[in-house]
């Protein structure tokens, strides 16, 4: 929506839904700022597409005691499960 593409607390409080093995599977909700530094940056290619669809480019830095691999794995089943609101 128009009013909210500068609105960076809107996407800093967008929840990211979570399955929490540690307490049993128990489907758990956080907001996105609770996990991610979401910030303004200047690229050379501006909006970026995949088959003409915009997308986002999410980098981070995995904690040594994690496996990336599992990482990686997890952000992008839970991802294809993301429903953005309308």
């Not at 480019?57 to 993301?82: C, D, H, M, R, T």
């Amino acid at each position: 929506k128009e009013d909210q593409r500068n609105n960076l607390e809107a996407l800093r409080n967008m929840k990211m839904t979570y399955r929490d093995m540690a307490m049993g599977g128990t489907i758990r909700q956080v907001p996105i700022s609770s996990f991610a530094n979401i910030e303004f940056i200047d690229t050379y290619g501006g909006i970026k597409r995949k088959q003409d669809k915009r997308i986002i480019i999410l980098s981070s830095n995995v904690l040594g005691e994690y496996n990336p691999n599992q990482v990686v794995a997890s952000v992008a089943s839970e991802v294809k499960e993301f429903k953005a609101p309308e």
